[in-house]
């Protein structure tokens, strides 16, 4: 008895985990929910229109909008059948994400949605001391070692080309000194020969 009670326990917490990301569209109504986010949170927002009848094959169309704290209109996207949005908070508060059924009578609209969310933590406040912190100031070390790598792979090339430009230098003016002193020897044989050569006189 105890296992079946659990067991409709469990369905009963997944039941209300699905229906709280399906909200049903009356007609010309709206239905809105909000997240509060601080600055540089990252918010997104996949959503997916349709029907609850199944036998229904019409793809169906609902309004989309995110609203700042400030009541500014972020995101705005008319009749679509789904979409994928991202905002990123520029200020600490509550926004808003509507979907609309404002221009229909539809009455078996749904719109299915899942929420995803980046909290931002500043990796150089000393203050945070928490698994979030530990997580993004790893990830910056990270990111600054692979940064000095990437200079130091940069900077090796560098002195590497520089290396090889003046071995290719040196090369090229020891060909030309060994040029220069075999034509100059070549010439100090030829001139001595001719100044040693006998001349008779007939």
Not at 92 to 98: E, S
Not at 112 to 123: E, P, Q
Not at 181 to 188: D, E, I, K, R
């Amino acid at each position: 008895m105890r296992l079946v009670s659990v067991s409709v326990y469990i369905l009963t917490v997944f039941t209300a985990l699905i229906q709280a990301h399906t909200v049903l569209l009356a007609p010309y109504g709206k239905q809105c929910f909000f997240e509060n986010l601080k600055k540089n949170d990252e918010l997104a927002i996949s959503y997916q229109v349709g029907s609850r009848n199944p036998d229904n094959s019409e793809q169906y169309r609902a309004d989309f909008h995110i609203i700042s704290p400030s009541g500014q209109i972020l995101v705005k996207r008319i009749d679509i059948d789904h979409g994928d949005e991202q905002i990123k908070a520029d200020t600490n508060g509550k926004y808003q994400y509507c979907f609309s059924n404002e221009r229909s009578s539809r009455v078996d609209l749904d719109v299915s949605f899942n929420i995803h969310g980046v909290v931002y933590i500043d990796v150089n406040d000393p203050k945070s001391d928490s698994l979030d912190y530990a997580i993004h100031r790893l990830s910056q070390l990270t990111s600054d070692v692979k940064a000095e790598q990437s200079y130091l792979v940069i900077r090796e090339r560098t002195h590497r080309n520089t290396a090889e430009s003046t071995n290719s230098r040196v090369k090229w003016w020891s060909l030309f000194q060994i040029v220069v002193v075999v034509l100059n020897s070549l010439f100090q044989i030829y001139y001595l020969r001719r100044f040693f050569e006998v001349k008779s006189v007939v």
